[in-house]
């Protein structure tokens, strides 16, 4: 069917505006780094406490040693209630003479045990919220980054479409040449961002990153609790008995984040104190915070054992 010149031109017009239009859509939908309020409002650090935590001197390890408590408690117990503080508590509670001096060694004893549970349990909210945190803006990522491939698919149809439509009713060789070499560019970029989509990241900033105390078995920031950093660096607390809860945890990273091999920039951006994070990233990042608080919790299994050997006494 032949069609007058003027169709032909009206149709050149608007398919050079559609490329166009959906050459902007491309690079609006690739920008390297995302921007919006909920973006911003969940990178923000909210989850670190307002406060460090003080060093009393009650937190530092005791080096008293009792075989009274010794013989009454298991191995593992004994090495629990050392890291803690609480072995001279029980060898007074042991040696003493009359109820009322039980009675107050058993309440220090119980106070102890109640400022580290609580100690945990902060830890464990910082972990929980920042697992949280992560993983909502993962979610919003992924409904963002979905939405724009959806564009991308729909820019792609649209100028398949009107190749296609171009070639049945122009039957100039010159303006369908011109026409088809532009469509084909057109494609081949909406087809290369659908395979490979660049940027789609979010910068995160971090004033406090307990992944990073891990990462380097260093707590000198004291953002860990003296005693249950201790308790996390103690090798017989892990099943294996052959390293520490903190060792275990930095294997499982390395071999399930990062396939045995780290480096330094991914090392800096998720161990330091910024860099730019990709939707894949924060998920990880999300179950490293959820898989440290998981090593947190067990230490509270293991003080319930020594708890109720306490109380047995």
Same mark, same amino acid.
């Given at each position: 069917?032949?069609?007058?010149?003027?169709?032909?031109?009206?149709?050149?017009?608007?398919?050079?505006?559609?490329?166009?239009?959906?050459?902007?859509?491309?690079?609006?939908?690739?920008?390297?780094? $995302?921007?919006?309020?909920?973006?911003?409002?969940?990178?923000?650090?909210?989850?670190?406490?307002?406060?460090?935590?003080?060093?009393?001197?009650?937190?530092?390890?005791?080096?008293?040693?009792?075989?009274?408590?010794?013989?009454?408690?298991?191995?593992?117990?004994?090495?629990?209630?050392?890291?803690?503080?609480?072995?001279?508590?029980?060898?007074?509670?042991?040696?003493?003479?009359?109820?009322?001096?039980?009675?107050?060694?058993?309440?220090?004893?119980?106070?102890?045990?109640?400022?580290?549970?609580?100690?945990?349990?902060?830890?464990?909210?910082?972990?929980?919220?920042?697992?949280?945190?992560?993983?909502?803006?993962?979610?919003?990522?992924?409904?963002?980054?979905?939405?724009?491939?959806?564009?991308?698919?729909?820019?792609?149809?649209?100028?398949?479409?009107?190749?296609?439509?171009?070639?049945?009713?122009?039957?100039?060789?010159?303006?369908?040449?011109?026409?088809?070499?532009?469509?084909?560019?057109?494609?081949?970029? $909406?087809?290369?961002?659908?395979?490979?989509?660049?940027?789609?990241?979010?910068?995160?900033?971090?004033?406090?990153?307990?992944?990073?105390?891990?990462?380097?078995?260093?707590?000198?920031?004291?953002?860990?609790?003296?005693?249950?950093?201790?308790?996390?660096?103690?090798?017989?607390?892990?099943?294996?008995?052959?390293?520490?809860?903190?060792?275990?945890?930095?294997?499982?990273?390395?071999?399930?984040?990062?396939?045995?091999?780290?480096?330094?920039?991914?090392?800096?951006?998720?161990?330091?104190?910024?860099?730019?994070?990709?939707?894949?990233?924060?998920?990880?990042?999300?179950?490293?915070?959820?898989?440290?608080?998981?090593?947190?919790?067990?230490?509270?299994?293991?003080?319930?054992?020594?708890?109720?050997?306490?109380?047995?006494?």
């Amino acid at each position: 069917m032949l069609i007058s010149s003027q169709t032909q031109t009206f149709f050149k017009l608007w398919f050079r505006q559609s490329i166009v239009a959906c050459t902007i859509l491309c690079f609006c939908s690739c920008s390297s780094v $995302l921007q919006s309020s909920k973006i911003n409002a969940l990178r923000n650090d909210y989850c670190a406490p307002s406060l460090n935590y003080r060093i009393d001197s009650i937190e530092q390890k005791s080096t008293f040693k009792s075989e009274s408590v010794a013989k009454r408690l298991d191995k593992h117990d004994y090495t629990l209630a050392a890291h803690v503080g609480l072995v001279e508590l029980l060898d007074q509670y042991l040696k003493s003479q009359s109820a009322e001096d039980k009675l107050i060694a058993r309440q220090k004893i119980t106070e102890k045990i109640l400022l580290f549970n609580t100690e945990v349990e902060a830890v464990v909210a910082e972990l929980d919220c920042n697992g949280e945190r992560y993983d909502q803006l993962a979610r919003f990522l992924d409904a963002r980054n979905s939405k724009i491939n959806t564009r991308l698919n729909v820019a792609s149809i649209v100028t398949g479409a009107a190749l296609t439509i171009s070639t049945a009713i122009i039957k100039n060789n010159s303006v369908n040449k011109t026409i088809n070499i532009s469509g084909g560019v057109v494609g081949a970029g $909406l087809g290369f961002m659908l395979l490979n989509p660049k940027g789609k990241k979010v910068k995160l900033q971090t004033r406090r990153s307990l992944l990073d105390n891990v990462w380097r078995e260093s707590n000198s920031d004291h953002a860990f609790p003296t005693s249950l950093w201790r308790v996390l660096n103690e090798k017989s607390f892990s099943n294996e008995g052959k390293q520490s809860l903190i060792q275990t945890l930095k294997k499982r990273w390395l071999t399930f984040v990062f396939d045995d091999k780290l480096n330094q920039e991914d090392e800096q951006r998720f161990f330091g104190i910024n860099g730019y994070f990709s939707e894949e990233d924060i998920h990880n990042l999300a179950d490293m915070h959820n898989q440290l608080q998981a090593s947190v919790r067990t230490v509270q299994q293991d003080m319930r054992s020594l708890t109720s050997a306490i109380n047995r006494l």
